[in-house]
């Protein structure tokens, strides 16, 4: 009898500590605790993002450019060198939908259609900013230079873990302005 009480309470404490397990991982990405807008604005290079089908026809050279409207969205415009030559450029806006950190906001290149984006990471004189949101499909770094140096990314992606992120799934990005 003692056996199997035993055995009984190990099951329930290894699917207790499965099913506790599968829920953290399933957590949402922590955001920073906030995001000063004015000092996000404005160009921002596109070192590393997972593969995504919007920007599949992307190679290098990617940047996205952010400025404050007047009704307190933010208008956002994408750019890159496509692999057949020439620039394709991306014109939407984005929302903040947590005022409390302005982390969160949602964006729209396509109206109605919106897209989560969550700054998960900031540098501290906003040289960088590591980009995610809830269901973890999508990821971007980020810089204000269009080079990042290899101890800063390395630090990056080596955090990503902490946040549901795979670093391995990570493609760089070409940039060919050294600016």
């Known amino acids: 009898m003692k056996l199997h009480t035993l055995l009984l309470m190990s099951g329930t404490l290894f699917v207790g500590l499965a099913v506790r397990h599968a829920a953290a991982s ?16 404005g160009r921002w ?4 993002r997972y593969p995504n089908r919007f920007e599949r026809k992307c ?8 400025e404050l409207r007047p ?13 057949t030559g020439g620039r394709s450029v991306a014109s939407g806006w984005a929302k903040v939908i947590d005022t409390a ?20 990471e900031l540098g501290r ?12 499909k999508y990821l971007w770094i980020l810089s204000r230079t269009p080079q990042m140096d290899e101890v800063t990314y390395s630090d990056i992606t080596g955090r990503l873990a902490a946040n549901g992120y795979d670093a391995a799934r990570l ?9």
């Open 101 to 120: 950190t302005n982390a969160k906001l949602r964006v729209t290149f396509f109206w109605p259609f919106f897209g989560d984006y969550w700054v998960l």
């Open 171 to 179: 493609i760089r990005v070409k940039q060919t302005s050294a600016e």
């Open 71 to 83: 009704d307190g969205r933010v208008s956002v415009v994408n750019s890159c060198g496509k692999a």
């Open 59 to 66: 190679v290098e050279d990617i940047t996205a450019t952010y």
């Open 45 to 48: 290079y596109e070192i590393a």
């Open 125 to 136: 004189n906003y040289e960088y900013a590591v980009i995610g949101e809830p269901s973890g």
């Open 26 to 41: 399933d957590a949402p990405p922590q955001t920073v605790a906030h995001v000063d807008l004015q000092r996000y604005m």
